[in-house]
Antibody, heavy 126, light 108 residues
Framework: EVQLVESGEGLVQPGGSLRLSCAAS????????MSWVRQAPGKGLEWVAN????????YYVDSVKGRFTMSRDNAKNSLYLQMNSLRAEDTAVYYC???????????????????WGQGTLVTVSS | EIVLTQSPGTLSLSPGERATLSCRAS???????LAWYQQKPGQAPRLLIY???SRATGIPDRFSGSGSGTDFSLTISRLEPEDFAVYYC?????????FGQGTRLEIK
């Protein structure tokens, strides 16, 4: 059974930092792209970042570029999101999600999210 | 960035009725790189449809997806009580993945 368990929930002041983790089990973690998706309270879903199987490619939504860093440790079946210079608008539940790919013209890219964790809440407030 | 607009914002129907949810893209994108998710209160989203019309594993056949180009739809043929939730579309036809704002399907 595929399981994704996020941790790192917390309350942090604006400008502060926080590191989220996601522990994966039930599948070959090193074979999949992975992503972070967030949801502000009462709002919709927003893709945040994704990372290739070997960590060699990473993509971020513009609003977090230069502030968030996604990484993974395939030996530990773990995914991470280092969040710096946090802002009030970063307040959200953060989900990690297993990411499928689509291939076209000889290249492959991340696509949809077939398994999700239960999420971890990040609150940025003074 | 491709903007996805879902309509209606809220859909009020009764169990047994047919539901049709719409997702319109601000620009056409490659092939049918669109997915649909269901989210219930306090839960993570669940994948329903990918590739615009392929059902995910374990999804009942009352859920179907269609469309191409800029106009897509999710149809639930006969609503069951457990289908009342929020539904999101998501595109992966560009390097920046985006979601629609969601349609709330509520019991009438």
């Amino acid at each position: 059974e595929v399981q994704l368990v996020e941790s790192g929930e917390g309350l942090v002041q604006p400008g502060g930092s926080l590191r989220l983790s996601c522990a994966a089990s039930g599948f070959t973690f090193s074979s999949y792209w992975m992503s972070w998706v967030r949801q502000a309270p009462g709002k919709g879903l927003e893709w945040v970042a994704n990372i290739k199987q070997d960590g060699s490619e990473k993509y971020y939504v513009d609003s977090v570029k230069g502030r968030f860093t996604m990484s993974r440790d395939n030996a530990k079946n773990s995914l991470y999101l280092q969040m710096n210079s946090l802002r009030a608008e970063d307040t959200a539940v953060y989900y990690c999600a297993r990411t499928r790919i689509y291939c076209s013209g000889g290249s492959c890219a991340p696509s949809y999210f077939d398994y999700w964790g239960q999420g971890t809440l990040v609150t940025v407030s003074s | 960035e491709i903007v996805l607009t879902q309509s209606p914002g809220t859909l009020s129907l009764s169990p047994g009725e047919r539901a049709t949810l719409s997702c319109r893209a601000s620009q056409s994108f490659s092939s049918s790189y669109l997915a649909w998710y269901q989210q219930k209160p306090g839960q993570a989203p669940r994948l329903l449809i990918y590739g615009a019309s392929s059902r995910a594993t374990g999804i009942p056949d009352r859920f179907s997806g269609s469309g191409s180009g800029t106009d897509f739809s999710l149809t639930i043929s006969r609503l069951e009580p457990e289908d009342f939730a929020v539904y999101y579309c998501q595109q992966y036809g560009s390097s920046c993945i985006t979601f629609g704002q969601g349609t709330r399907l509520e019991i009438k």
